[in-house]
């Protein structure tokens, strides 16, 4: 009798060991970890985290079981996850790879179990490794945002990130140490119980809603729950992934379902190391490319911003979107996705760090009147690239300063992986994100040992010790 799709994946969760993994996908874990920390503990402070720690503490009240990275607050298991959830995903600076953002979903709940259980390094890397593979996959064999049918942009109806809720299943049930029937079950349960996916909602409204796309928390806590329940005795649906007409794909809303993109060569090769793209600014990827191009523009012809007449800007597919084209900004998370405002804000070269989200500089009048001088349109070449190159994000940008148009494309902005033909993050360019994002929370002696904590995670008998150093306010006066 052959095996379900969940048993496969079970299989595959719990007969992986740290010693199986490629050595770039320990590298490209490490780096996940490094760069996604560092983004929770810049986001902290943020609105959207604010709200999250505040719930951690009403959900566990007297519970300290769990690091809130950046904060002194700690709370349980499944209050912390959430929390740290949100403020990883709070700049949306955090990395990007299919089918979407990952990290903010499948890491929290891991690292928080990791804590607790006093787990070692090779563990937490293989969880790592595990979670962001099937996400990816899940990914790979649904609906995307990015799908191109017959040479043309297809948006899909229903669209958002709640498979990640299967990597982050894995991973907590790895850590705990489930029986690959448990592990199987889990993942069933994950499905009957995972969050719907809202992000279509999301882009075809402004002003946008505060929560984004997904939120990450009531993904994460899902991820815990199914864990949870099938480790205590709960049995899931055993075909829910099977069943192409009554199981996960059909109320998820996905009109694609590709098992064979899931499973396929699983266990012996490895993608989402050679996706996962970093982020060089705290605002949509879709707008990198354009933003890597303006900066270049500006600091190779020293014009400030006040001397920008008008900018023209041609670059992803979505400007049907109301949240991609709003130029109504009354709050950080309206700026994040609005491509004329980051395109004003990315004028201003300010460091690439949450000083982006301070209202100071939201709001300001001069990023307001730039606003006003600049359009966005489609590159012609859009949909014709991605058809053939996923990783491609053609942009063209036009700067009217001087007296002059100057004139600049690209194909890959930074921070494209190298495996992709891009020109992908290094490790010390990361580590530099990490101290900018950290800057001001902890000490430059906590800072040091992070980076090299990250780097060397592999030699950790307990992680307690390291993921505790990364909550408390150190800051240096």
Not at 304 to 326: D, L, N, P, V, Y
Not at 353 to 382: A, E
Request: proline content about 5%; some cysteine.
């Amino acid at each position: 009798m052959s095996l379900s799709i969940s048993q496969q994946l079970a299989q595959f969760t719990t007969s992986t060991r740290y010693d199986d993994l490629p050595a770039d996908v320990v590298h490209e874990s490490k780096r996940i970890l490094l760069d996604s920390i560092g983004c929770a503990i810049g986001g902290i402070e943020l609105h959207k985290s604010r709200i999250a720690v505040r719930f951690a503490e009403a959900q566990s009240p007297g519970d300290t079981s769990a690091t809130i990275f950046g904060s002194p607050v700690r709370s349980s298991i499944f209050g912390a996850s959430f929390a740290n959830g949100e403020a990883i995903n709070a700049l949306d600076f955090d990395a990007v790879l299919p089918p979407g953002h990952v990290s903010p979903y499948v890491l929290p709940g891991l690292l928080a179990v990791a804590e607790v259980d006093r787990s070692s390094g090779r563990d937490v890397l293989l969880a790592t490794a595990i979670s962001h593979e099937m996400t990816n996959r899940f990914g790979k064999a649904m609906d995307y945002i990015r799908d191109i049918v017959d040479g043309k942009h297809r948006m899909p109806d229903v669209l958002g990130y709640a498979s990640s809720v299967f990597g982050a299943t894995a991973a907590v049930t790895l850590l705990r140490g489930a029986s690959t029937e448990v592990t199987s079950h889990a993942l069933s349960i994950a499905a009957s119980i995972s969050p719907v996916n809202s992000h279509r909602s999301w882009l075809d409204h402004a002003p946008v809603s505060t929560i984004k796309y997904t939120m990450a928390g009531p993904i994460v806590q899902a991820a815990l729950t199914a864990a949870y329940m099938a480790i205590l005795g709960h049995r899931g649906d055993p075909a829910v992934f099977d069943d192409p007409e009554h199981g996960y794909r059909k109320f998820i809303g996905s009109s694609r379902w590709q098992p064979e993109r899931l499973l396929g060569s699983l266990g012996s090769e490895w993608f989402f190391q050679k996706e996962n793209a970093f982020k060089v600014y705290p605002h949509c990827r879709a707008l990198h490319g354009l933003l890597d191009i303006l900066v270049g523009i500006l600091d190779q012809n020293s014009i400030e911003s006040g001397e920008i007449q008008a900018i023209r800007a041609w670059g992803e597919g979505h400007t049907e979107f109301a949240c991609w084209t709003t130029r109504d900004i009354s709050d950080p998370v309206d700026g994040q996705f609005s491509a004329t405002h980051g395109l004003a804000v990315g004028a201003l070269r300010l460091p690439k760090s949450k000083i982006w989200h301070d209202p100071n500089v939201v709001l300001t009048p001069p990023v307001m009147d730039l606003m006003s001088r600049i359009t966005y349109g489609t590159h012609p070449d859009w949909a014709r690239l991605v058809a053939t190159d996923p990783a491609a994000r053609p942009s063209r940008v036009e700067v009217d300063a001087h007296g002059q148009t100057f004139v600049a494309e690209l194909i890959y902005p930074k921070g494209t992986p190298g495996a992709a033909g891009g020109s992908e993050m290094s490790d010390s360019e990361l580590a530099d994100k990490f101290r900018l994002n950290v800057e001001g929370v902890l000490s430059r002696d906590v800072t040091e040992r992070a980076v090299e904590g990250f780097f060397e995670m592999e030699k950790m008998e307990d992680v307690s010790p390291f993921l505790k150093s990364l909550g408390a306010l150190s800051a240096d006066a």
